[in-house]
Each structure stands twice: as C-alpha cells, then as structure tokens.
C-alpha cells in the first residue's frame, strides 16, 4: 500500500465483510500506530540539532562551573598555606627573640 487512495478501497472492502470487522479496526489501529511512528520520527530527526546543541552547552558550563570551583579551592588551599607559614615565621620569631634571655 504506497498511496492512501489504494488503503481506503481496501479497507472499505474489509469492513463489507462484516465477518471480518475485528480485522478492519486492527487494521486500522495498525495504520494509525504507524503513521503516529513516521510523525514522531520526522519531529526527532528535525529537532535533533536542537537537542545536542542544548546538551553540549550544558556539558560546557557544567565543565566551566568544576574548573572554578577547582580554582577555588586552589587558591583556598594555597591561602591557608600562607596563613600557616605567617604563624610559623611569627612563632619563630618569639622563640628566637626568647632565647637569649633564657640562657
């Protein structure tokens, strides 16, 4: 059945066979699942693009939002670092300025 004029003699000629009227509405459900499955399919293939587009922005900020916060902790890291070495030159310093006198 390549034409719609071609499926409509057809199932007029199954539904004169009142035998047979199950066939007709399976028939027809069939035709009507398929047609449902060829409009769904053209509509994937047209809005595809879209759809990876949005997905490869959404992989590119989820990416950008890791390496700031990599960053971050980087630079927290590396400020706690300096706030250790601040206390131990301080310390240091005491202990030093301390020594002479206790000897």
């Known amino acids: ?3 719609v004029q071609e499926m409509i003699p057809l199932a007029r000629e199954m539904m004169a066979q009142k035998r047979k009227g199950k066939m007709v509405k ?3 459900l069939g035709s ?3 047609l449902f499955g060829v409009v769904l399919g053209l509509m994937e293939t047209v809005c595809s693009p879209f759809t990876a587009a949005s997905r490869l922005r959404d992989q590119e900020a989820a990416v950008a939002e890791l ?3 990599l960053e971050r902790q980087a630079l927290q890291k590396q400020a706690l670092q ?3 070495k601040q ?3 301080v310390l240091g310093g005491r202990a030093l300025s ?3 006198h206790a000897s």
């Open 98 to 100: 301390n020594r002479p």
């Open 1 to 3: 059945m390549e034409t």
């Open 87 to 89: 206390q131990d030159a």
């Open 32 to 34: 009507v699942l398929a």
């Open 82 to 84: 300096e706030k250790g």
């Open 26 to 28: 399976l028939y027809v």
């Open 67 to 69: 390496q700031a916060a």
